[in-house]
């Protein structure tokens, strides 16, 4: 009899231990199915804002470097330059940005912007009074990159693609 309730409970014991594990896998089956749809189907980032503290003098820089041309408008009661954007162009953009909340810095996020010359990206920076905060370095096949600090502040980054 002792034998008997013994081999009930070794096939008990079993039978719970396959009925955990099946329900784990079936949760990590879940879980798995639950991450890819939150795969996403576009790249993470969409849009960026650069903090100025004086519109004018931001844009006369940007223009002057990149021959951006700007929209100003308000958004949320605070002021912003508009970047140049394209539907037929990959990438994103973006907005130089003036308000209570927006404080120019090179301590945070770093924006890269393409360039085909770096040298010459460089060169306009120093002419219009920025700084160059590291040098046109190459990133081996990925190309060369840059950084520079803008008329408020900010560090913002180049990138020239191998030609």
Not at 2 to 17: D, N
Not at 64 to 75: E, G, M, P, Q, R
Not at 85 to 104: Q, R, T, V
């Amino acid at each position: 009899m002792v034998t008997l309730k013994r081999t009930l409970l070794i096939f008990a014991l079993g039978l719970l231990s396959q009925m955990i594990s099946s329900c784990k896998n079936k949760l990590k089956n879940e879980e798995q199915a639950v991450n890819k749809t939150m795969v996403k189907k576009h790249n993470p980032v969409v849009y960026f804002e650069i903090p100025v503290d004086d519109m004018d003098r931001a844009i006369t820089f940007y223009k002057a470097v990149f021959d951006f041309d700007f929209s100003k408008t308000i958004i949320d009661h605070n002021e912003m330059a508009l970047f140049p954007f394209s539907d037929e162009h990959s990438g994103i953009s973006g907005a130089l940005a003036k308000g209570e909340i927006y404080k120019p810095t090179k301590n945070g996020v770093v924006i890269y912007f393409n360039t085909e010359n770096i040298d010459a990206v460089l060169k306009r920076v120093l002419a219009n009074g920025g700084q160059i905060l590291y040098p046109k370095t190459s990133n081996g096949e990925l190309g060369f990159v840059a950084e520079l600090e803008d008329s408020e502040g900010n560090r913002i980054a180049l990138h020239e693609a191998v030609k």
